[in-house]
């Protein structure tokens, strides 16, 4: 394939409203930050990339400012002027930066998409090149949606019931402490046979495992991280006491990860969300090993805009992502969003992988300017000035 040489990276600090705010056990999320990578070439090729991060260190202990930071002062500097032959060269160029995989992704994806478009290649396909023979893409990606937290099982029914006759066909309900069980029963009682998952964020502790294995009763797909987000150990003690299959996500932050969780039988399946791993290189490298031991995988959303949106829909259509993915279609969160063409739920909850080279999504002027005058007018942090 032809290599990259990257001439120019820029950053932009954007804020989008959601469509409907987000409850989840670490609170009301009422927008979407993010950090976006525009990456050019020496022949005049932009690829974007998404560092889906968040305002707060919540999900992780990366943020807005510390991703600006790492990005600017760390990353740019390896990467600018450098001939790239091959996105998995760019792990390497970062070696010497420890942590920061929402940083690094956002980069990272960034280099994919530039390389992609320069071969004149759909980003899917691109991946697909780096697995062995028979991993092509499917062209699309089946998906499901994520629920927050409802004020009553009335509400929660309602608002499943709504996403059901949208199209989709798999159901994640955010779960907290209290409210568990009680909600897992209701929603059978309404809805019997929909497929149904839960997500705990981490909400609970081991000395819960009773009160998680009443949830054996509701035949669910899986209980989400239930345990610490940096849990491996504990979460192996657990899976032993429930019929429910446990998936992990914060706790895998690599392929190592993965193959320890799964050597002390931690999980039964996994949400790969590529940030958290820090890019497509290490995802592949996850994936293979999920193949390799017919382990069910499925790629987790972190309510990225339509850069990242349209990287992650490319990676789930690879036929190795076996479980539906939380990659809802754009106006389930965004009206509009900062890219073209939106992402429309298909026949059987899936979302179709844009036809045009790399991601095959274009990033819209006038939305990216506005989104980032609504990240100074809603965050005017002193430090903003560094990130305009």
């Known amino acids: ?3 990259i040489t990257i001439k120019d990276i820029q950053l932009h600090v954007v804020s989008l409203p959601y ?3 987000l409850r989840t056990s670490f609170g009301v999320e009422p927008d979407k930050a993010a950090v976006l990578v525009e990456l050019t070439t020496d022949t005049g090729v932009t690829g974007w990339g998404e560092a889906p991060i968040e305002v707060r260190p919540g999900y992780g202990s990366e943020t807005v400012i510390t991703a600006m930071h790492v990005l600017d002062e760390f990353i740019i500097p390896r990467l600018n002027g450098q001939t790239i032959e091959s ?3 760019v792990p390497a160029l970062l070696k010497s930066i420890r942590g920061h995989n929402f940083a690094k992704c956002g980069m990272e994806t960034a280099v994919w998409d ?7 290649m759909r980003l899917a396909d691109c991946f697909a090149a780096y697995l062995p023979a028979g991993h092509e893409s499917r062209n699309v990606a089946t998906v499901g949606v994520s629920i927050g937290i409802q004020p009553t099982i009335e509400d929660t029914v309602a608002i499943i019931q709504k996403r059901l006759n949208q199209g989709y066909q798999r159901i994640k309900l955010k779960i907290k402490r209290g409210w568990d069980v009680e909600l897992a029963r209701g929603i059978r009682a309404a809805l019997p046979d929909i497929t149904l998952m839960l997500d705990a964020n981490s909400d609970y502790t081991l000395a819960d495992a009773d009160h998680l294995a009443q949830l054996d009763d509701f035949n669910l797909l899986m209980i989400e991280q239930p345990l610490a987000y940096n849990d491996i150990y504990e979460h192996s003690k657990l899976q032993a006491q429930l019929k429910t299959p446990i998936c992990l996500d914060e706790s895998v932050k690599n392929v190592n990860d993965l193959k320890l969780a799964l050597e002390i039988g931690a999980c039964k399946i996994l949400n790969l969300k590529p940030a958290r791993v820090g890019g497509y290189v290490e995802s592949l490298k996850i994936y293979n090993l999920c193949v390799e031991t017919g382990t069910p995988l499925w790629i987790g959303g972190m309510l990225e805009t339509g850069v990242g ?4 829909t490319a990676f789930a259509s690879l036929p190795g992502v076996t479980l539906p993915c939380d990659i809802s279609a754009t106006d389930r969160y965004f009206d509009p969003d900062i890219t073209e063409p939106p992402f429309v739920l298909g026949p059987d909850s899936t979302l179709a992988v844009p036809d045009g080279a790399g991601s095959g999504v274009e990033v819209q002027t006038d939305r990216l300017a506005d989104a980032k005058a609504r990240w100074q007018a809603t965050y005017p942090y002193k ?5 305009s």
Request: hydrophobic letters at 40%; a negative charge; proline letters at 8%.
């Open 309 to 312: 949106r349209a990287a992650n």
């Open 19 to 21: 469509v409907e705010p």
């Open 114 to 120: 530039a390389f992609a478009r320069t071969n004149d």
């Open 1 to 3: 394939m032809k290599s």
């Open 383 to 387: 430090q903003s000035e560094a990130i």
């Open 87 to 89: 996105p998995f060269e």
